[in-house]
């Protein structure tokens, strides 16, 4: 059975199994899965915290779906995005990086990723990144019916790029940093009528 949308809110469909998800997430497969089982769900720890910002930045003009294709080379090359290690990268890595068809080789996104890396380690005197990013959530979350509800910035996520950009980071801007809060649970833009919505255990709503 296709995907339907019936009455629903623009961009919502009833699914094969029955269950209701965003139009991204309709078809089967990898988007399918990474919707179902991690989007908008809390990570824990700061090499993952990092790991999820260090993807949004690469994937800032190309479509997430690629990020996910190319995410097991990412983690093979970036060690799993340990921050001490990728902290620890120097040209010859750079260099590696560039020439490895399996990422996506952009010298300005590479070279981004270890300076955050860098900085990542500069605000553990401050309590880490992972409470930096999280002193950002907001006193409400969103609450889209339609796909044309969920928003692209905040007022939260202005002050994080800024914030960042402060401390040393970049490829962060507002945009890329409220997909970030949206794929870690900071906010909850699952549509309204998504059996997703309420999943992170953050927002009960």
Same mark, same amino acid.
């Given at each position: 059975?296709?995907?339907?949308?019936?009455?629903?809110?623009?961009?919502?469909?009833?699914?094969?199994?029955?269950?209701?998800?965003?139009?991204?997430?309709?078809?089967?497969?990898?988007?399918?899965?990474?919707?179902?089982?991690?989007?908008?769900?809390?990570?824990?720890?700061?090499?993952?915290?990092?790991?999820?910002?260090?993807?949004?930045?690469?994937?800032?003009?190309?479509?997430?779906?690629?990020?996910?294709?190319?995410?097991?080379?990412?983690?093979?090359?970036?060690?799993?995005?340990?921050?001490?290690?990728?902290?620890?990268?120097?040209?010859?890595?750079?260099?590696?990086?560039?020439?490895?068809?399996?990422?996506?080789?952009?010298?300005?996104?590479?070279?981004?990723?270890?300076?955050?890396?860098?900085?990542?380690?500069?605000?553990?005197?401050?309590?880490?990144?992972?409470?930096?990013?999280?002193?950002?959530?907001?006193?409400? =979350?969103?609450? $889209? *019916? +339609? @796909? !044309?509800?969920?928003? =692209?910035?905040? $007022? *939260? +996520? @202005? !002050?994080?790029?800024?914030?960042?950009?402060?401390?040393?980071?970049?490829?962060?801007?507002?945009?890329?940093?409220?997909?970030?809060?949206?794929?870690?649970?900071?906010?909850?833009?699952?549509?309204?009528?998504?059996?997703?919505?309420?999943?992170?255990?953050?927002?009960?709503?």
């Amino acid at each position: 059975m296709a995907p339907t949308h019936e009455d629903l809110p623009e961009g919502a469909v009833r699914c094969e199994d029955g269950l209701v998800r965003p139009v991204w997430a309709a078809q089967q497969g990898l988007m399918r899965t990474y919707y179902d089982t991690e989007w908008g769900m809390p990570v824990s720890g700061e090499n993952a915290h990092f790991e999820r910002l260090v993807l949004e930045g690469f994937q800032a003009g190309l479509s997430w779906a690629t990020i996910l294709r190319k995410r097991p080379a990412f983690r093979e090359v970036f060690c799993d995005f340990d921050v001490d290690t990728v902290a620890g990268f120097g040209d010859a890595e750079i260099d590696s990086l560039l020439t490895d068809a399996r990422i996506i080789r952009h010298r300005g996104k590479i070279e981004a990723a270890i300076g955050n890396a860098r900085a990542t380690q500069q605000l553990r005197a401050g309590g880490g990144l992972v409470d930096f990013l999280w002193s950002f959530k907001p006193q409400q =979350t969103p609450r $889209p *019916e +339609s @796909v !044309a509800d969920v928003p =692209t910035t905040s $007022p *939260e +996520s @202005v !002050a994080m790029s800024k914030a960042l950009r402060k401390n040393g980071f970049r490829f962060v801007g507002p945009t890329t940093m409220y997909a970030l809060m949206e794929a870690i649970g900071i906010v909850d833009t699952h549509l309204l009528s998504s059996f997703r919505r309420g999943s992170s255990g953050i927002w009960n709503d």
